[in-house]
Each structure stands twice: as structure tokens, then as C-alpha cells.
């Protein structure tokens, strides 16, 4: 295993297509569910094959079976920042899929901190 301070699933593919790569796969889908087709139905244009390249997404694609997948966050940054964006965010109106994407935190985080911030 490369490094056990990654999810399990980002560690596993670390392992199976380098660590920069599974990074990459974090730092763009991070704490989302995406559909990874089967290897040999990966089309150029999928969101995998743009960020690793084709040959990592066919590996990625073969070690998940395909199929929907919560892809986890990688390293992030400290708690304290985390919850200032997501405040900020909801603050200016955005949906919960626009601050998971502009923050890199999961989407059960985000509404995790909403709920508190009602309770309040």
C-alpha cells in the first residue's frame, strides 16, 4: 500500500496507477458518485479518461467492475477552513452539488454542516 493515510479506495488505486494519478481522481471527483463504465466502453471524452489518461482509466475501470462508485476525498485541508467555505457557500446560495465541487468536501459533510447551521 502506498499511503495508509488515504481512503482505502484511493490507497487501492494508488497502488494500481500511481499515487499522482489517484490524487488526481480525488482532486476531480472527489466525494461524488460517478459512473465508471466498463474498461472496454471508456469513451475519450469520459471524465476518467481526461484526467488520467486512458490507459489509468481502463486500470481504474477494471479494478472497480464498473458501475456507480463514491469516489472519497483525498487530503484536505483543516476542519476550521472546510466549514468556512461551506458556510460561505450555502451563504451565497449555492446548491449542495456546486459547494462539493467548489470546496472537495462530500456531499454528507456539506449537509451534515447545513443541518447544524438550521439548528443554530
Keep these: 500500500m502506498i499511503s495508509p493515510s488515504l481512503p482505502a479506495l484511493l490507497a487501492e488505486l494508488a497502488d494500481a ?11 476531480n471527483r472527489g466525494g461524488q458518485m460517478v459512473y465508471i463504465p466498463q474498461p472496454d466502453h471508456l469513451p475519450d471524452s469520459h471524465w476518467l479518461v481526461e484526467t488520467v489518461g486512458m490507459d489509468a482509466a481502463r486500470t481504474v475501470a477494471a479494478h472497480l467492475g464498473g458501475g456507480c462508485h463514491l469516489i472519497p476525498l483525498g487530503p484536505t485541508g483543516t476542519r ?16 449542495i452539488a456546486q459547494i462539493v465541487a467548489e470546496t472537495g468536501v462530500s456531499r454528507r459533510t456539506v449537509e451534515r454542516h447545513r443541518a447544524t447551521l438550521r439548528q443554530k
Excluded at 496507477?17 to 482532486?27: K, N, R, T, V, Y
Excluded at 476550521?80 to 446548491?95: C, E, F, N, P
Aim: aromatic share 0%; no cysteine; hydrophobic share 50%.
Design 17 to 27: 496507477i500511481g499515487l499522482p494519478a489517484a490524487l488526481a481522481i480525488a482532486h
Design 80 to 95: 476550521a477552513t472546510i466549514k468556512t467555505a461551506i458556510t460561505d457557500s450555502l451563504q451565497r446560495g449555492l446548491s
